[in-house]
């Protein structure tokens, strides 16, 4: 059995469920994403990512207003957009500190983190979310504050999740060969691209989900099925 030195874990569906995210978080900010932009826009970190999105977006000239409509169509369709990622962010971060909500964790993943730690394993997440929101999501988890437990975090700037190279990146980053890397997703193609990439995989398959009779990845229905 290959050794595994570094844990790189993904966090809707995986440590948290997906409806916390859908059904929270976005609403959240959608709700104050015209606000935010209209008293925010002359600070240089969101201006910068204004600047980012109406890029993506291929505008040439685009009026705030137009910039909204084009964040709010992008949540709506849960787009993988680095800049709105980190618009979004910014706004969760001060949902949080108010106190409006708490982030989701299964029962066992603040338990198990803690215990793989301590076996002297690294810990990393890797989310479409941006790197501050990944930080505030699990400083302000159901579990507690969890960020002393992760060596660091990855997002989008990184590379798309469903790519090799980005974990290829990951691998280079963290300082590791990818065979000693364990990658936990719910996503099976972006497990097919860490496996690509030559990371050892895991598949969350949370109930009530089911597990395939032969599934693509070594599965798991939560992090205590998993053996290190």
Partial sequence: MIEIRAVVTDIEGTTSAITFVRDVLFPYARKRMPAFVETHADQPEVQHWLHEAAKEAGFI????????????????????????????????????????????????????????????????????????????????????????????????????????ESYRRIAAAIGEQPQHILFLSDIVEELDAAREAGFQTGWLLRPPLEMPAQPRHPAFVDFDAITL
């Fill in 61 to 164: 000239e685009a009026s705030r207003q137009e910039v909204i409509e084009l964040l709010l169509r992008w949540i709506d369709e849960d787009r993988k957009s680095t800049a709105l990622k980190a618009l979004q962010g910014m706004i969760w971060k001060a949902g949080y500190e108010a106190g409006d909500y708490v982030a989701h964790m299964y029962p066992e993943v603040a338990a198990r983190l803690r215990q793989w730690r301590a076996d002297g394993l690294r810990l990393y997440v890797y989310s479409s979310g941006s790197v501050p929101a990944q930080q505030l999501f699990f400083r302000h988890s159901e579990a507690g504050d969890l960020t002393p437990l992760f060596a660091g975090y990855f997002d989008t700037e990184t590379g798309p999740k469903r790519e090799p």
